[in-house]
């Protein structure tokens, strides 16, 4: 089967300071993978996905970046994090190869960051 | 781009009554029509969904509806109980065979009373 992980599931920063969240799939290869954020009693705003390794699509411009290293790895970044950075960042993913290709999309547990 | 608008906001019912939740669209090219439930601190979760070739689909209590001409769809929940409380999001998307991008709308929050 396959899973999600997300990593740290909570975080508090100072602005001005760095940003890498981690998402990693489990049980899936060549997944496409996305970033998305969700303010506080808000919906779900896509901020990037990829369809492959070093393939990165960015729907919003913004202070953030992501990279795929590996193939079921997805990580988001931040030089220097603003106040309006604070949120719910989620990431997902949905399969496209084989007996699994499919349109739904799958989230992962989520990181809850916080911009002091 | 799509625009996804999702009406109510709340929702409040008494356990054992139906609940329903409607959404429109505005990119007649969508094909995927997902919902997700969102319980406090926790990750959106796929609980039912409708391609843009079918018009109805049920899941015991649940079922969505599909209206193409008019851009709506809707979900049903029916003899509700108090853990389907959470917030509940519509999305539409267009899938292709390499990429598949959702538009969210802005969420219901059903609290099922006693």
């Known amino acids: 089967s396959q899973t999600i992980h997300q990593w740290p599931a909570t975080l508090v920063q100072p602005v001005g300071s760095p940003l890498s969240l981690e998402c990693t799939v489990e049980?899936?290869?060549?997944?496409?993978l996305y970033w998305y954020r969700q303010a506080a009693g808000r919906g779900l705003q896509l901020l990037f996905y990829?369809?492959?390794?070093?393939?990165i699509s960015s729907e919003v411009p913004q202070n953030l970046s992501a990279s795929r290293p590996q193939d079921r790895q997805f990580i988001l970044s931040s030089k220097k994090l603003l106040l309006s950075d604070s949120g719910f960042y989620l990431c997902a993913w949905r399969a496209t190869r084989g007996a699994l290709s499919s349109y739904e999309q799958y989230f992962g547990p989520g990181t809850r960051l916080t911009v002091t | 781009g799509e625009n996804v608008e999702q009406h109510p906001s709340t929702l409040s019912v008494q356990e054992g009554d139906s609940a329903v939740i409607k959404c429109t669209y505005s990119?007649?090219?969508?094909?995927?029509f997902p919902w997700y439930k969102q319980e406090l601190g926790k990750g959106p979760q796929l609980i039912i969904d409708i391609r843009s070739n079918v018009g109805e689909k049920k899941d015991q209590r649940i079922a969505v509806t599909l209206n193409k001409t008019a851009k709506h769809f809707s979900l049903h929940i029916t003899e509700t109980q108090p853990e389907d409380s959470a917030v509940y999001f519509c999305a539409a998307g267009l899938n292709t065979g390499t990429a598949s991008k959702l538009t969210f709308g802005t969420g219901t929050r059903l609290q099922v009373t006693l």
């Open positions: 049980g899936t290869s060549n997944p496409n």
């Open positions: 990119d007649s090219a969508s094909n995927y």
């Open positions: 990829s369809v492959g390794i070093g393939q």
